[in-house]
């Protein structure tokens, strides 16, 4: 519109053909810098997302349909014969179906972003975002037992209906700090983000602990960390040496407190206290510190098809340490060969980071991590580039 402000907007289609709908997905955005030094910029934008009823869940609604594929409950199953035992009750034959009312997952979001330059190095910029949806996919059993213990339809087992019924939310304030310094060309990152997400359903096939009252999913989400900080530094030492390294923490995430039992006889045991909502507990917060120390050389004189001097392109590979490996060092970049060696590593502090909590209340490991994340890890290498 003007020098100093910039208007987008579109319109996208999304089509997939086993479900049809005129599926149309506007959005726009707008970035401002209001002032004439062009130090301060404003962004904000927003509108409609669409997500894929991904083939593979499509797939199990063609071959778990009770004639492909069934799906058998056994209840109070004998050992090491499950069909074999003195109150063994084998359900009839289940199937996985989608709901005819389906429609395609549609999330709306939108954002405002404030940047700021800061001095001659530094740039700070604070994002805050918010995502919706009334149609996230959820699994549904329409022939869950009533309170009487009967099914609707006594012929068939669980049908598990995939529908696009389930809710989301997502509440995200996000700092970042970033510092390009002139000293051994360093570079630094600095992030913090408040989150906040909630939601109905883990996923397609994810039953409910209460299949007559859906509402009651309501929780946090199961990645609903809500604090996240990281950090990256880059930086050109002496002779020829690069160093990476990167800092990331989190707060626990939550998990789900169950009885241990199968009490409403739909057969599947996630049943919860009474009065306990879904993921209402959380574990332990998680760090990790990762690093990359290289040192690299060339030789040789490259030339491009023309016979001049190339213009550099240079190709990030991921290394071990989650951190960029970027470039070869030591001005090895305008080589023709170039080597590198390089020593990286992971959770260089060995610190044990639990995960997997048991959250079934007549489990001795109730309330404990089942296992950790990955433990230190070092790796030493080296790179040949031609």
């Keep these: ?38 130090k301060t910029t404003i962004r904000g934008g927003g509108g409609i997302f669409y997500d894929w009823y991904d ?31 003195g109150n063994v009750i084998v359900l009839p034959s289940g ?3 989608q709901s005819p009312d389906m429609v395609q997952p549609t999330t709306a979001r939108t954002n405002l972003a404030v940047e700021q330059t800061l001095g001659k190095y530094a740039r700070l910029n604070v994002l805050y975002g ?6 996230a996919l959820r699994g549904h059993d329409i022939n869950a037992p009533g309170l009487d213990g009967t099914r609707p339809d006594p012929s068939s087992g669980t ?26 060309r360093t570079s630094l990152f600095l992030n913090y983000t408040l989150g906040h997400a909630m939601n109905e359903s883990d996923g397609a096939f994810s039953l409910p602990a209460n299949n007559q009252d859906l509402r009651a999913e309501w929780g946090p989400a199961p990645m609903d960390a809500r604090h996240r900080v990281s950090a990256m530094l880059n930086m050109n030492l002496w002779r020829g040496f690069k160093l990476a390294t990167t800092v990331n923490s989190s707060s626990g995430l939550p998990y789900n407190i169950t009885t241990g039992f199968d009490d409403n006889r739909d057969t599947v045991s996630n049943d919860r206290p009474l009065g306990v909502g879904r993921n ?15 040192w690299g050389f060339g030789f040789g004189q490259r030339k491009d098809a023309g016979g001049g001097t190339p213009t550099i392109m240079i190709r990030t590979i991921g290394g071990p340490a989650d951190t960029s ?16 060696l390089y020593l990286a590593g992971t959770n260089l502090f060995n610190h044990v980071n639990p995960a997997a909590y048991s959250g079934v209340l007549t489990s001795q490991f109730f309330g404990q991590p089942t296992s950790a994340g990955a433990p230190r890890k070092l790796e030493l290498g080296v790179r040949f580039g031609f």
């Design 280 to 294: 209402s507990a959380r574990g332990e917060g998680r760090w990790d510190l990762g690093s990359r120390l290289s």
């Design 1 to 38: 519109m003007r020098k100093e402000l910039t208007v987008s907007a579109g319109l996208r289609q999304e089509y997939q053909s086993h479900i049809g709908g005129l599926n149309l997905a506007p959005r726009g955005g707008v970035a401002w810098s209001p002032f004439k030094s062009g």
């Design 55 to 85: 083939a593979q869940t499509f797939e199990q609604t063609l071959r778990v349909d009770g004639a492909h594929q069934v799906d058998l409950a056994v209840i109070n199953p004998g050992y090491p014969d499950p069909f074999v035992g």
């Design 325 to 340: 490996m970027g470039g070869f060092s030591g001005g090895a970049e305008d080589k023709r060969w170039r080597v590198e």
């Design 95 to 97: 199937r996985i179906v």
């Design 130 to 135: 918010y995502a919706r949806s009334q149609t």
């Design 159 to 184: 049908v598990t209906q995939v529908e696009s019924t389930a809710r989301s939310s997502m509440h995200m304030l996000h700092t970042g700090l970033n510092f390009s310094l002139p000293w051994h």
